[in-house]
């Protein structure tokens, strides 16, 4: 099982918020490459980034930074969200070096779009679906829908996505642990791998994603833990890649 730092991007900073609120943050670094790199040297295989200037605006807004880090690290597997929502942003990330584009917002409000840009982008889209009591969220979270989680990700495994991100908002920069039984229901229900996001603290959390991994979880976005201290990303992937599901 993968664990993918988060880089979240605000105002060229690297921040986290608390639950999508943009007046909740904590900023961590004013050099986000310097983050990347840190994340790197501890072992990451793949990076999360998320334009949060771009999931409220509905356009990039910190591509610049996207770029820089994936110009520091050509071999290294990038994913990216926030704001994606035309073929002309995809494109340009994916020549900039992005290995994955995450969308969200777009691909639940307009059904046409995840299977042209699957059909035209193959093996490079993640869809991200954000979920509170298990319906949809859209907009940087600040709309909810009325949409279920498990009905739209089946409805975009068949459209040809790579997999699906799933985060509990509830959980989400609250450092409560992860969701388990909510992304095991959803890995349990289609047939790509699922990327579990939100409230991941600890070891624990690890252990028990871990434990489910063979329902089709294949990795696990963290982002305040490893920032603050109570998750050590090196100690954590290496745990995972030589005791993992055994445990």
């Known amino acids: 099982m993968l664990l993918i730092p988060a880089i979240d991007l605000k105002d060229g900073k690297c921040v986290r918020l608390r639950q999508g609120d943009m007046e909740d943050e904590t900023i961590f670094s004013e050099d986000p490459v310097e983050v ?5 040297e501890a072992g990451a295989r793949r990076l999360h980034l998320v334009d949060l200037n771009g999931a409220f605006a509905g356009e990039p807004k910190n591509a610049g930074i996207v770029h820089e880090i994936c110009k520091a690290f050509p071999d290294l597997p990038v994913q990216i969200g926030g704001g994606i929502r035309s073929e002309e942003t995809i494109e340009t990330y994916l ?8 969308v ?3 691909a639940v409000q307009e059904s046409h779009f995840v299977p042209e840009i699957c059909a035209e982008f193959p093996t490079h889209i993640i869809v991200g679906l954000d979920a509170k009591d298990g319906k949809v969220a859209t907009d940087g979270w600040s709309k909810l829908s009325k949409h279920d989680v498990i009905d739209m990700a089946k409805h975009f495994e068949e459209d040809g996505v790579e997999a699906i991100i799933y985060t509990d908002i509830s959980r989400d ?3 409560k642990g992860v969701n388990v039984e909510a ?3 959803l890995a349990q ?7 579990a996001s939100g409230g991941i603290t600890n070891m624990d959390d690890i252990k028990a994603l871990a434990a489910v991994e063979d ?3 294949m990795g696990a976005i963290t982002g305040r833990a490893i920032y ?3 998750l050590n990303l090196k100690e954590a992937q290496a745990w995972a890649d030589t005791v993992g599901k055994r445990a």
């Open 215 to 217: 329902e089709g979880i």
């Open 183 to 185: 992304t095991v229901k």
């Open 95 to 102: 020549d900039a070096g992005v290995r994955y584009v995450i």
């Open 189 to 195: 229900a289609i047939n790509i791998p699922v990327i």
């Open 36 to 40: 990347a790199a840190r994340w790197v």
């Open 104 to 106: 969200g917002t777009k």
């Open 228 to 230: 603050e201290g109570t």
């Open 173 to 175: 920069g609250m450092m």
